[in-house]
């Protein structure tokens, strides 16, 4: 049973450029959740996604972001226009349900976006 | 305001002592959740414990639970030097239940050999 996919591990992109980061949830989870980490920082909530819905989306930068987790596929978060403070690792975590109570959340091994 | 403070900062201790993390937060909660993180890797979850308890034990992991303060401390017995890594708590705020965890900055664990 894979745990939470996210790809690419490491992406390099040009100043204006648009990067696109994928996250495939553990089997069976139907919710997922964007968090940044900038260097030597903790976690910072993005947007939670439900399939199809986007359920809290009050960490997300009013520009230039936005995220998705459509029917079928993935989870895409999608930056434009990337610019150097974009730099960070993005990391995605799924679960089966509201479960905050409950468990803990998987976390994948994320993204490390590098603007240049 | 920042939730999820931890201290210290940094902490640096000899293989086979203990290390005791601490965190601090600012509003009612659902849980309160430690994970670990590895340089450059993703997080684990290490254990996680309800607003209704005090304390919970997971192996060589105790964590503490203080409401009245808002505070929690992970302690780590009989440290070995694959536990260096950084670790964070986290909150399940009761007024955002279940769609976010806030995060602190955290610790900086070296385990020394």
């Known amino acids: 049973n894979a745990g939470v996919m996210q790809n690419p591990r490491h992406l390099v992109r040009r100043r204006g450029q648009e990067a696109r980061l994928r996250c495939s949830p553990m089997k069976g989870h139907s919710h997922v959740y964007w968090y940044r980490q900038l260097p030597e920082e903790g976690l910072k909530f993005m947007v939670y996604l439900q399939k199809e819905n986007i359920i809290d989306e009050s960490g997300m930068p009013k520009e230039r972001f936005s995220a998705e987790f459509p029917k079928e596929g993935p989870s895409i978060l999608r930056i434009q226009q990337v610019v150097r403070g974009d730099s960070a690792a993005y990391f995605c975590?799924?679960?089966?349900?509201?479960?905050?109570?409950?468990?803990?959340?998987?976390f994948g091994s994320g993204t490390r976006l590098t603007v240049v | 305001s920042q939730q999820g403070e931890e201290d210290p900062q940094a902490l640096s201790i000899q293989e086979g002592e203990n290390a005791t993390m601490n965190c601090s937060y600012k509003t009612s909660i659902n849980n309160l959740q430690w994970y670990r993180q590895n340089s450059g890797r993703g997080l684990v979850h290490l254990i996680l414990?309800?607003?209704?308890?005090r304390e919970k034990h997971s192996g060589r992991l105790r964590v503490t639970l203080d409401t009245s303060k808002k505070s929690s401390s992970l302690l780590i017995t009989a440290s070995r030097a694959a536990d260096t890594a950084s670790y964070f708590c986290a909150t399940d705020a009761r007024e955002t239940s279940g769609s976010r965890l806030t995060f602190g900055e955290g610790t900086q664990l070296t385990v020394n050999p």
């Open positions: 975590a799924s679960s089966p349900a509201i479960q905050g109570v409950t468990r803990g959340y998987t």
């Open positions: 414990i309800r607003s209704n308890e």
